[in-house]
């Protein structure tokens, strides 16, 4: 019984791993717009926030989060991926945001150690 | 369903906690891969709301199958691949890992044409 709780606890759990997501862009980004000079700073703070966060789920995990902070302008975009991993343990989510000026996609991937 | 009838192997522990010398996964080389693939699929592609779903699920499996034949062992290999239009608007990616440096690491390249641009990025975890 000891073995099955902690290989749940260990597991990658998308729902708390989009709120961690859609927390970090909401406090970075909120109510603002989009600025070429302040984007690279934008994606540094939301990316870290989220690796912060992720860590302090004590998690045996390995992390890569992806931001893309894109200006609204009519200009289409697609992202695809593709992973070789264990299904059984590693997981990835994505969060799509966005507001008047701009589009945030953040995506992060974990994989058990 | 069918049961198993034959003969179950169980392999002993190897014990192996680094890549073997020679195994390491070589970002440049990765690099390379992109680049060509990237080169040869997109050169004379132009962007298409409809067909730039479909072009980027291939050219994901495709670089995942390039990067597999390096036969890199142990290794989870992550592959993500973005196409935009170009019509001028800004734009910007970042990422960051939570990973061992002396076992993982990335490889990344920007291939851009009169109507497109496309990041491929593959990031390699070593699984001891």
Known sequence: ??????????AFVVEDVTNIIKEAIEVTLQQAAYHHSK??????????????????LNK?????????????????????????????????????????????????????? | MDSFT?????????????????????????????QSTLHSRLQKTKYSAKESSQLIQSLC?????????????RYKIIVQVTVGEMLGQGCFFGSRGLWDTQTDSFATYTFQNGSLYCVATAFAFFTP
């Not at chain 1, 019984?1 to 606890?9: A, I, K, T």
């Not at chain 1, 992806?66 to 992973?83: E, P, R, V």
Request: aromatic letters at 10%; hydrophobic letters at 35%.
């Open chain 1, 60 to 113: 045996p995990f390995k992390y890569i989060v992806t931001c893309i902070i894109m200006q609204k302008n009519g200009a289409g975009l697609h992202t695809a991926s593709s992973c070789y991993w264990d299904n059984a343990s590693d997981g990835s989510c994505s969060y799509r945001w966005e507001n008047k000026t701009m589009y945030c996609i953040t995506s992060v991937f974990g994989c058990m150690i």
């Open chain 2, 61 to 73: 499996s495709e670089l995942q199958k390039a990067i597999q034949a390096l036969d890199y062992d």
């Open chain 1, 1 to 10: 019984m000891e073995d099955l709780q902690s290989s749940e606890e260990a």
């Open chain 1, 39 to 56: 984007v690279g700073q934008w994606t540094s703070n939301v990316v870290e926030q989220c690796l912060r966060r992720l860590t302090a």
């Open chain 2, 6 to 34: 034959g003969e179950l192997k169980v392999y002993e522990n190897t014990y192996q906690t680094l890549p073997l010398p020679g195994k390491k996964f070589n970002p440049e080389a990765v690099n390379k891969i992109i």
